[in-house]
C-alpha cells in the first residue's frame, strides 16, 4: 500500500484509492527555447500533474521547474514518459522492442524520480504519455514491457479501465486509478482514440461530457453515441491536456463539473 503525503484531497486516502473525482493535467511539456502549455495558470485547478521526462517533450531544467512548481501549489506529481519522439511530440507510433520499451520506461521514471527526491516530493504515479499510452490497451508485447519497468518503482499507474491497462497493472501488482478522457474521443466500442483521430471539444461539450462521466459514466463517442468507458459509480481520475489551444477554458469547464459531481456524489467541497 503506497501513502501519499502530499496532493490536494490527499489525505490519509492510500493513493490507489480515490475519495472523488479528481483532474490531472500533462505538465512541464516544453523543451529548451520551445514553449508548451500554461503550466502555473493551470496547476491551481488541478489536483495531478503528468510530469513529462525528456520524451516526448521536457528537458532536466524543465522537469526540475515543473517539479518545483507542482510543489508550490501542493498538488500530486506523476511521471508522464512517451516515446522518445520531440518532432512527433509522442504522438507517432514507434517501433521498439521489448527489451527498449522497458529500459526506456525505467529511464525516463528514474530520471523525474531524481527531481521528486531533490525536492522530497514524493512520486504520485506514473501514466504513459500519446501514442505509447493509446498502444498499450491493446498491445500486450508493448504493455507487457512497460508494466515490468513501472512496478520497480512501487506507484500507481493511472490507465483505462477494461484495457490491458488494468489487466496489466494487476499481472505485476501495480495499484490501478481509472481514467477518462473528455477533450479527446472514445470510438464507438469505448477504445480511445488520443488526439489523432478525435474532433475539437469546447468547454461546453467538455463541461456536458464531464457531468455525464461522473454521473452516469458515459461519454460522447467520436461519433457523439455516449459511450460507457468503465467508470460508472465510482471516483476516477479526469485528463485534460495542456498542449491544446483553448486549455485554460477546457480545464475551467472541467474542474466546475467535477466539482458539482463530488459534491453531489460524494458529500466534497471545492478546491
Same mark, same amino acid.
Given at each position: 500500500m503506497v501513502n501519499i503525503s502530499n496532493g490536494a484531497g490527499a489525505g490519509s486516502v492510500p493513493s490507489h484509492q480515490l475519495s472523488r473525482i479528481e483532474i490531472n493535467v500533462d505538465c512541464g511539456e516544453a523543451f529548451g527555447l520551445w514553449e508548451g502549455g500554461p503550466d502555473e495558470e493551470l496547476m491551481p485547478m488541478i489536483d495531478a500533474a503528468n510530469i513529462a521526462c525528456g520524451g516526448h517533450a521536457g528537458d532536466p531544467v524543465i522537469m526540475r521547474r515543473t517539479v518545483? !512548481?507542482?510543489? %508550490?501549489?501542493?498538488? %500530486? #506529481?506523476?511521471?508522464?514518459?512517451?516515446?522518445p519522439d520531440k518532432a512527433g511530440f509522442g504522438r507517432r507510433v514507434l517501433a521498439m522492442s521489448a527489451e527498449q520499451a522497458y529500459a526506456e520506461m525505467l529511464f525516463q521514471v528514474g530520471a523525474l524520480k531524481a527531481f521528486l527526491n531533490e525536492a522530497?516530493?514524493? !512520486?504520485?504515479h506514473i501514466k504513459p504519455? *500519446?501514442?505509447w499510452y493509446i498502444m498499450m490497451q491493446d498491445n500486450d508485447a508493448v504493455n507487457d514491457a512497460a508494466m515490468r519497468a513501472i512496478s520497480h518503482f512501487k506507484v500507481p499507474v493511472y490507465g483505462l479501465p477494461g484495457t490491458l491497462h488494468e489487466s496489466g497493472a494487476k499481472k505485476y501488482g501495480i495499484p490501478f486509478i481509472p481514467e477518462a478522457f473528455v477533450d479527446v474521443n472514445y470510438n464507438p466500442e469505448g477504445a480511445l482514440l488520443g488526439v489523432p483521430g478525435s474532433r475539437k471539444m469546447?468547454?461546453?461539450?467538455?463541461?456536458?461530457a464531464t457531468k455525464s462521466l461522473g454521473k452516469e459514466g458515459l461519454v460522447p463517442a467520436v461519433n457523439h453515441v455516449p459511450v460507457d468507458v468503465g467508470v460508472r *459509480?465510482?471516483?476516477f481520475t479526469l485528463c485534460l491536456h495542456s498542449d491544446f489551444k483553448g486549455c485554460r477554458e477546457n480545464v475551467a469547464a472541467a474542474r466546475?463539473? #467535477?466539482d458539482e459531481v463530488n459534491k453531489? !456524489?460524494?458529500?466534497?467541497g471545492v478546491l
Open positions: 518545483a !512548481l507542482a510543489k %508550490k501549489h501542493g498538488i %500530486k #506529481v506523476g511521471a508522464h514518459p512517451g516515446f522530497e516530493v514524493q !512520486l504520485n504519455h *500519446g501514442m469546447d468547454p461546453e461539450e467538455i463541461y456536458r *459509480g465510482k471516483p466546475k463539473a #467535477v453531489e !456524489l460524494y458529500n466534497d
